[in-house]
């Protein structure tokens, strides 16, 4: 049926991390996927390009997802991936950065155990690991951080009510997730847990594309610089002092990064 002698078996489906935007970032196992794929399903935030590697005959089904605006609900989607397996098709489930960091990987695997479909789960650069290089910020460099968190600044009910007192922390780098809706509140809650108002802080829109944004700036002063900047999502908040080491570590530049007032100039 395909062009390209397929090595993958059909009637399954690939959870397939997309990596952070720019399309080099993507793995070759799911770049090889993708140009096999009889069906392939994906989401608003995959990366430019991507799907101009699928075959022309490949079905290509957008289930775009924006955080409180589902496209698709994910029940309907779980039953979509298990009837295109079922009808003998090799799927793949497209998912921007990795699958299983805030992508609700999980979440569609269990309806596939659970229908007895075959599946395999291929591991993308998420949008911190893309971010932090692509932005100059070492997440854990040595002499600022012992650890990184990765935490949603969006919970299902829309509140964002994490545990403030683990990640208000000294020496512990904090990447945000989905968090732009919710910056004034991360801030002023890192704040008030015993981070000082000039705690660095940064927010990296559409981190590793062509159209990456930077601002540097700390807790006090972060959210309304980027009122400011009219930044909007999809966009990271990393908190932490490794955010100082973008001043001489920056190296990408975007053609998207000379809009930006940035108060390290290099936007
Ligand atoms: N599974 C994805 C995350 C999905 S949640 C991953 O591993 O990266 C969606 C959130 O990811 C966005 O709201 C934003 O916070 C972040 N994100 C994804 N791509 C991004 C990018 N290129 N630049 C900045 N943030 C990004």
């Known amino acids: 049926m395909s062009q390209n002698s397929p090595t993958e078996p059909a009637g399954t489906v690939y959870i397939v991390g997309s990596g952070p935007g720019d399309i080099e970032l993507l793995t070759l196992r799911a770049a090889r996927l993708i140009g096999e794929a009889d069906a392939i399903v994906y989401d608003h935030l995959i990366a430019d390009g991507v799907l101009d590697l699928a075959r022309i005959d490949a079905e290509r089904i957008y289930v775009g997802k924006k955080s409180s605006n589902h496209t698709v609900p994910q029940d309907e989607l779980n039953r979509l991936l298990v009837r295109l ?29 659970d229908s007895g479909v075959t599946f ?76 000082p108002g000039d705690h660095p802080a940064a927010i990296v829109q559409s981190g590793t594309t062509g159209r990456q944004r930077v601002l540097t700036a700390d807790l006090a002063t972060l959210p309304a610089k980027v009122n400011a900047a009219g930044m909007t999502a999809p966009a990271l908040i990393i908190v932490g002092t490794v955010v100082r080491l973008r001043e001489k570590l920056a190296w990408f530049q975007s053609p998207a990064a000379s809009g930006v007032t940035s108060p390290d100039g290099s936007g």
């Open 85 to 113: 397996a079922r009808a003998g098709k090799r799927v793949v489930r497209l998912k921007g950065g990795d699958p299983f960091v805030f992508g609700r990987g999980g979440e569609e695997i269990e309806a596939l155990v």
């Open 120 to 195: 395999e789960v291929v591991p993308g650069i998420t949008a911190a690991a893309g971010c932090g290089a692509y932005a100059g910020i070492p997440l854990t460099h040595r002499d600022h951080a012992q650890a990184v968190a990765f935490a949603t600044g969006h919970l299902k009910d829309g509140t964002i009510n994490l545990d403030w007192p683990s990640l208000a922390r000294p020496r512990l780098t904090v990447v945000f997730y989905m968090g732009v809706g919710g910056l004034t509140e991360i801030c002023r809650q890192m704040i008030a847990h015993g981070l």
